[in-house]
């Protein structure tokens, strides 16, 4: 019989006026002597990799390291935001803060951080600043930050649609207003990439890396940087180097075709378990002993809350706190961030943004939850089992039509119930992009509590067993195959075949069952069918006076084949619903570009002004308030 994985809980370690979110594995016994902290990559390679991170935290807690995972200030569930200034410091302090910690919590002898690239570079510069790190794991670090950043910035530029429209068009990342980058969304402010671009460890001079064990691995073959393996060997380290095979896999595909790179785990594992400067192994200390590594000592542990107050840009405050609920396909978690004072009678829900975890796309469910309470509406942010941090098995995402499932309407449910248990007001609003957005738009059909759903790019309004996304997705396929936009994307690791192989299976079954069952509603009246079904979603909207908005952006498949093409064309039938396409070309599923994250912001607070209007004019009735045109 298995044994259940070591518990692990979330919490917040304060460093420098910034609260970091963390989540803490617990080692199984025997503990070993030796505990892990780990830093993750930057944004999209965050986001890609965070589960299998997760998966990796939990393996290592179970051979017995205790295991800290931490989201950087300005991102995850982290205090901050990325154009806060002095980032590279305040990333620095983080990591020396949470090594601290977790030497003090876990009485551990030695700290090892494993560094993933940008990370990985973080990592070393803070153990240059005193930061209380022993040993190090190195995957895909470079000497220099603005190695970094120039890889950031190539990556930026290949998400243009097309070579034409890469030479004749300004790059849709950059920021209008000031030199940040957006890659894959993911914000690098101007003054955080200068800041990088100084970091320079070439030159690294640190005296106590002497007695230091330094795994370095490679990244899918291209060699380590030799400016950091031969700075940290001048500092007198023992430097190792290992095969990183598999990074690109794990850090740079397409969600949910990330792939955890379990060589990589197990060889880091087996260097680990040396866990002495010359690989002899130690007997663990009792849990909560004083450290014997120095440098832990010499500063004041941080703080550790299970809940945070933030202070926000303009000067008001917010609370936000973990909770977790039970479900048997896993237990989902969120972070609800609630006013600091008076509320509405309102409370908000986000969704995941399909396998994509609870800080939603380019962070914009953690920057909608705080803008959000500080209007006085809590809202709450929640992985849904099998994705980012609840429990459940995140392999059978792989197949599209496990998110269209009554367990995951199941969840939803459950957490509006378990939200109204904690005293929240019962009225709510939700939101959701993808597979996300239909769940919204499908409990608000069902559930009286909800009165207003945001649709974010929706793969589907009602879901037709796969077959529209499946023939979707491989049209596309076909008219990118002549692209050499797209063979850099394979050479690059970011697309796999396994998302084309799953439509492939899609196409097949749909194929049987319509020779089998349904050769009409396939083969004649496909689409008016599932545009009748949509027309027929929206009367119960109406009819319960439930509003909607509906957002498209770039080249949605949904979009066109419902309402560009003509099958959906009345729409002032429906006066609750408010259909936007933000009009690019291209595929824009995730909201990359900084200005269509911005027009996206202004619809979703135009749909929150809206419920917040109607709460407080309980005088009137709901089916009086005018509506928003729908266009």
């Known amino acids: 019989m298995s044994q259940p994985p070591p518990a692990s809980r979330p919490l917040y370690i304060s460093a420098g006026g910034d609260s970091i979110f963390a989540f803490l594995h617990e080692a199984s016994v025997p503990r070993r002597d030796s505990a892990v902290l780990m830093c993750p990559p930057f944004g999209w390679e965050d986001m890609?990799?965070?589960?299998?991170?997760?998966?990796?935290?939990?393996?290592?807690?179970?051979?017995?390291?205790?295991?800290?995972?931490?989201?950087?200030?300005?991102?995850?569930?982290?205090?901050?935001?990325?154009?806060?200034?002095?980032?590279?410091?305040?990333?620095?302090?983080?990591?020396?803060?949470?090594?601290?910690?977790?030497?003090?919590?876990?009485?551990?002898e030695r700290i090892v951080a494993i560094g993933i690239g940008l990370g990985g570079t973080l990592a070393c510069h803070a153990v240059s600043q005193g930061a209380p790190i022993d040993d190090l794991v190195l995957w895909g670090a470079a000497a220099r930050g603005r190695s970094h950043v120039r890889e950031l910035r190539a990556f930026s530029r290949m998400e243009s649609t097309s070579e034409e429209q890469l030479e004749s068009t300004p790059s849709t990342q950059e920021a209008p207003d000031d030199d940040s980058l957006a890659v894959a969304g993911y914000v690098l402010s101007g003054e955080t990439q200068r800041e990088l671009d100084e970091l320079d460890l070439s030159e690294l001079e640190c005296p106590h890396l002497g007695s230091a064990r330094v795994l370095m691995l490679d990244r899918d073959g291209r060699a380590v940087d030799p400016r950091l393996q031969a700075a940290l060997?001048?500092?007198?380290?023992?430097?190792?180097?290992?095969?990183?095979?598999?990074?690109?896999?794990?850090?740079?595909?397409?969600?949910?075709?990330?792939?955890?790179a379990h060589a990589v785990f197990a060889s880091v594992s087996e260097w680990l378990a040396g866990s002495g400067p010359t690989g002899e192994e130690h007997s663990a200390p009792a849990l909560g002993a004083t450290p014997v590594n120095g440098a832990a000592t010499s500063a004041p542990e941080p703080a550790v809350y299970d809940s945070v107050e933030i202070s926000l840009p303009n000067g008001t405050h917010v609370r936000e706190t973990p909770i977790a609920m039970s479900h048997p396909l896993g237990d989902p978690i969120g972070i609800l961030t609630e006013p600091v004072g008076s509320r509405s009678d309102l409370c908000a829900v986000w969704?995941?943004?399909?396998?994509?975890?609870?800080?939603?796309?380019?962070?914009?469910?953690?920057?909608?939850?705080?803008?959000?309470?500080?209007?006085?509406?809590?809202?709450?942010?929640?992985?849904?089992a099998g994705i980012g941090d609840a429990e459940g098995d995140s392999g059978a995402l792989v197949e599209i039509a496990s998110y269209y499932t009554p367990a995951y309407l199941e969840q939803v449910r459950l957490v509006l119930d378990t939200l109204q248990a904690r005293g929240l007001p019962p009225r709510f609003l939700l939101g959701g992009l993808c597979a996300g957005g239909y769940w919204a738009l499908h409990i608000a059909q069902e559930d009286a509590r909800v009165c207003a759903a945001a649709v974010l790019n929706p793969g589907y309004l009602v879901y037709d067993g796969g077959l529209s996304n499946a023939v979707g997705q491989t049209r596309s396929l076909a008219s990118r195959l002549f692209q050499?936009?797209?063979?850099?994307?394979?050479?690059?690791?970011?697309?796999?075949?396994?998302?084309?192989?799953?439509?492939?299976?899609?196409?097949?079954?749909?194929?049987?069952?319509?020779?089998?069952?349904?050769?009409?509603?396939?083969?004649?009246?496909?689409?008016?069918?599932?545009?009748?079904?949509?027309?027929?979603?929206?009367?119960?909207?109406?009819?319960?006076?439930?509003?909607?908005?509906?957002?498209?952006?770039?080249?949605?498949?949904?979009?066109?084949?419902?309402?560009?093409?003509?099958r959906l064309t009345d729409l002032s039938a429906w006066p609750n619903v408010t259909v936007r396409?933000?009009?690019?070309?291209g595929d824009m599923h995730t909201l990359r570009p900084l200005p269509m994250q911005q027009q996206a912001n202004q619809l979703v607070d135009e749909l929150l002004r809206g419920e917040l209007e109607r709460v407080a004019d309980v005088d009137r009735p709901r089916g009086d308030v005018e509506a928003v045109p729908a266009k």
């Open 48 to 108: 890609c990799s965070y589960r299998s991170q997760r998966e990796w935290a939990t393996a290592l807690a179970a051979e017995g390291f205790a295991t800290l995972r931490i989201d950087f200030p300005g991102s995850g569930d982290s205090s901050g935001g990325p154009r806060d200034p002095h980032r590279v410091r305040a990333w620095t302090e983080a990591i020396a803060a949470a090594a601290r910690w977790l030497a003090s919590a876990t009485g551990a």
């Open 233 to 260: 060997e001048r500092c007198g380290a023992e430097v190792t180097l290992g095969d990183g095979e598999g990074y690109a896999a794990m850090m740079m595909g397409e969600l949910p075709h990330a792939v955890s």
């Open 351 to 384: 969704l995941n943004a399909g396998p994509q975890r609870r800080i939603g796309p380019n962070r914009m469910w953690v920057e909608t939850a705080r803008r959000w309470a500080a209007q006085g509406v809590p809202t709450f942010r929640v992985d849904l």
């Open 484 to 566: 050499r936009s797209t063979w850099r994307r394979v050479l690059h690791g970011q697309v796999t075949p396994s998302a084309h192989l799953s439509n492939m299976r899609t196409l097949l079954a749909a194929l049987g069952r319509a020779v089998l069952h349904l050769p009409v509603r396939i083969f004649k009246r496909g689409g008016d069918d599932r545009a009748s079904r949509v027309a027929r979603a929206f009367d119960v909207l109406r009819g319960q006076d439930q509003r909607a908005l509906v957002l498209f952006a770039g080249d949605e498949r949904l979009h066109s084949e419902l309402f560009s093409s003509g």
């Open 581 to 585: 396409h933000i009009a690019v070309a």
